[in-house]
């Protein structure tokens, strides 16, 4: 995926190396917080905190922190004078953010956190099939070969772990 980003092969002109490396560093640093929030809150299931419990912590404090954010740029001003494209945002938010979010936190009510990222696996394949359909980005066989590539190693090396896991600690998931 590095060589994709910086041989500019991702299907989205990226044309300055800092531009390179702030794409690099961001997508580093999405991985790590996504997998840390993910390990954090089946723990936090484990110990018996309702995942809706962890859902409203989780977004009050984004929502807080990107309405402050907002604000401070000026960028909700056209948004909260309006309140038809409000209440809009508001439903979008719902159902892109709020729901599949919440769905996820209700599954490891149910399943071991490595079980939940095998399908999250999957995503990137989802998200590449669906922009090259909505021609959002060119198709760059680049890109398809280093997503192939990374659910061909992603799956197989999850699914061992969580058979390693589940022998050892025999979690029925």
């Not at 044309?15 to 954090?40: D, H, N, R, W």
Request: aromatic letters at 12%; hydrophobic letters at 50%; one cysteine or more.
């Amino acid at each position: 995926m590095v060589y994709l980003i910086f041989s500019s092969n991702t299907g989205f002109e990226v044309s300055s190396l800092p531009e390179k490396y702030m794409a690099l560093g961001l997508i580093v640093c999405s991985a790590f917080a996504i997998t840390q929030t993910t390990i954090t809150s089946k723990l936090l299931t484990d110990d018996g905190v309702s995942p809706s419990v962890i859902m409203s912590i989780r977004f009050s404090l984004l929502t807080s922190i990107l309405l402050i954010h907002s604000l401070y740029l000026g960028e909700l001003i056209d948004v909260m004078s309006n309140p038809a494209l409000l209440l809009l945002f508001f439903a979008l938010g719902l159902a892109f953010i709020v729901f599949p979010n919440f769905c996820f936190q209700q599954s490891l009510k149910y399943v071991s956190a490595v079980t939940a990222e095998v399908f999250n696996a999957c995503t990137p394949a989802i998200i590449f099939l669906i922009q090259f359909l909505d021609s959002g980005i060119e198709f760059s066989r680049y890109t398809a070969i280093g997503i192939l590539l990374y659910i061909a190693t992603a799956i197989p090396i999850t699914v061992t772990h969580y058979l390693k896991n589940r022998k050892r600690v025999g979690d029925p998931a």
